[in-house]
């Protein structure tokens, strides 16, 4: 079945700095990939997504890579700001429609 | 708007109890999953259902059972529940892939203690 590995589990920037999250899946039939930001004591928000057919998403500060053919996803935050401090989680749906998360990164954004 | 209720937010139970977790949704949708989520270990899928009275096995089944009687409804029974099940337990909602939204839809998740 999918295996999800996430890199890192814990990132600390400055304020300002940019942030990457880097994901790695295994089932090349994963079609969906989306990524979730928890915080404190909340369930998991959709923050940003992409689909197979597509290289790269962008949404204001955040941005989402896709390298199928290495199997790899990546999460991009610019100007990085406090309220960005939260575990972050990668997620790839395989061919049976079910999501499987990666092990989250606990970003740390310093004022 | 879309709705996913969990039965209760926070639940201590004893070692040997029987417990039931409930999730309901609003929207008509076919696909319901149940995760625990643990440090460090992040999302793990225990059972879910695409439709009425069927479920498959997740990857961590072991202690758990479901049952989807109505489609709106969808229920983890711990039959004997043990203190290495105390967990967050979020229940998920989609609609089926191919032609419908991408989006998966969470329920606020279920904190249980098993003393």
């Known amino acids: 079945g999918e295996n999800v590995e996430q890199h890192p589990s814990t990132l600390s920037v400055q304020e300002g700095d940019s942030a990457v999250i880097k994901c790695t899946y295994s089932?090349?039939?994963?079609?969906?990939f989306p990524w979730y930001k928890q915080e404190l004591g909340k369930g998991p928000q959709l923050i940003i997504d992409?689909?197979?057919?597509?290289g790269e998403k962008k949404d204001q500060r955040i941005a989402v890579t896709l390298n199928k053919t290495a199997k790899h996803f990546s999460l991009h935050i610019t100007e990085t700001q406090p309220e960005d401090s939260a575990v972050y989680f990668c997620?790839?749906?395989?061919?049976?429609?079910?999501?499987?998360f990666g092990t989250g990164t606990r970003l740390l954004v310093s004022p | 708007d879309v709705k996913v209720t969990q039965s209760s937010r926070y639940l201590v139970k004893r070692t040997g109890e029987k417990v039931f977790l409930e999730c309901v949704q609003d929207?008509?949708?076919?696909?319901m999953f149940w995760y625990r989520q643990d440090p460090g270990l992040g999302l793990r899928l225990i059972y879910f259902?695409?439709?009425?009275?069927?479920?498959e096995k997740g990857d961590i089944p072991e202690g758990y059972s479901v049952s989807r009687e109505k489609k709106e409804r969808f229920s983890l029974i711990l039959e004997s529940a043990s203190t290495n099940q105390t967990s967050m337990y979020l229940c998920?909602?989609?609609?089926?892939?191919?032609?419908?939204?991408?989006?998966?839809?969470f329920g606020p998740g279920t904190r249980l203690t098993v003393l």
């Open positions: 259902s695409y439709d009425v009275k069927m479920k």
């Open positions: 929207m008509d949708h076919e696909n």
């Open positions: 997620a790839a749906r395989d061919g049976f429609q079910k999501l499987v």
């Open positions: 992409i689909r197979s057919n597509v």
């Open positions: 089932d090349s039939a994963s079609n969906y």
């Open positions: 998920v909602v989609s609609l089926p892939g191919l032609a419908g939204s991408n989006e998966q839809f």
